[in-house]
């Protein structure tokens, strides 16, 4: 069991943890942690599942996975998870590594009690690393300091791992994730899909397109958008050419001088990489499943093979499914929820 930077102190606490699944701890209360006081879904556990023959032992067979952990996003985190290993050929050489903005030794057990064989470390991201240089977007979940998280995650998970694939939490993989794995990146610190007919002007204001200093920024470059919830990062070249540092710079510009975008994390990312990125096949990011930013309506899946079901926007295939209002596309997620029942693990 890979603890990570858990300390002995955090153990007990893990096992508090797993003694509250069996015993609700409604009249005890903890002192040693503040926690909020979470609905924690519970899960049913998840089968082991085992690798094939054809599996090397060498350390380049291993695939590293980041995800972000948050409560409210559990569910879909656990499809996620249980997706990757059901189409691996190689499940048990996966390593996955979570960033979580809380110290919240509940959700290290919550998922050790779902995947128990999971090679896993959770990661503390701190969230005071971007909090002050977020700007308001067009919607707020948007704004949540661990949607950055991304940003931090070549300076948060242990130096010697060079190759990561970032995966935001409400997507499912339906294929191989080795095939994506082996992407060669041609020297490029990000390998994702590219989408070069959507109009990439309006990614960002007209003061930033009408700034005569600024609108030079993709000089020399074809800028295309790109979706930032499915990325294989080159991390070892991320962090020798300081590229948190670039990314920041873009989100003091914004949030210090002018309004130069209305999404999140997005647009500081395409600022730094767009049209500088190793272009992967479409099916690795069938997107936009969860509608639009506002309304979240539903949405049909685009013409094409597809590796990977992502649905960003709004809507997310497990409240619409509990909504019972669900889209058709949410009857793709459903196969892999993990969710039992919902429980208050601590109460005040
Ligand atoms: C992959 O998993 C198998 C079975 O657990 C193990 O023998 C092998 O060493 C692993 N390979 C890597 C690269 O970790
Ligand atoms: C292990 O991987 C390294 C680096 O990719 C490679 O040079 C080496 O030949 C591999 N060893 C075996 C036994 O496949
Ligand atoms: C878990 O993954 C790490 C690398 O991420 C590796 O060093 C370790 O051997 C793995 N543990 C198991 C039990 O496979
Ligand atoms: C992209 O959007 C801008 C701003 O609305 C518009 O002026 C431009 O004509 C659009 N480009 C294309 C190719 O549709």
Known sequence: MVFGSFTSSHVVVVLLGLLSLLQPLTSIRLGLVRLPSPDLPVFREAPAFRNGKECGSNESDRINVAMTLDVNYLRGTMAAVLSMLQHSTCPENLSFYFLSA????????????????LNMTIYPFNSNRVRGKISKSIRQALDQPLNYARIYLADTIPENVQRVIYLDSDLVVVDDIAKLWGVDMEGKIVAAPEYCHANF????????????????TFEGRKPCYFNT??????????????????????????????????????PPFLLVLAGNIKAVDHRWNQHGLGGDNLEGKCRSLHPGPISLLHWSGKGKPWLRLDSRK?????????PYDLYRSSRHFFEE
Not at 201 to 216: A, G, I, N, R
């Open 229 to 266: 919830g499915v990325m294989v990062m080159d991390v070892n070249k991320w962090r020798k050419e300081k590229y948190t540092e670039k990314v920041e710079e873009w989100m003091d510009v914004q949030k210090q001088h002018k309004r130069i975008y209305h999404l999140g994390s997005l």
């Open 326 to 334: 669900p889209c058709i596309v949410d009857h793709l997620w459903a």
């Open 102 to 117: 809380h110290d919240a030794p509940e959700l290290f057990s919550s998922i050790k009690s779902t995947f128990p064989y």
């Open 201 to 216: 002007t309006l990614y960002f204001t007209k003061q930033f397109w009408s700034d005569p200093v600024l609108s030079k």
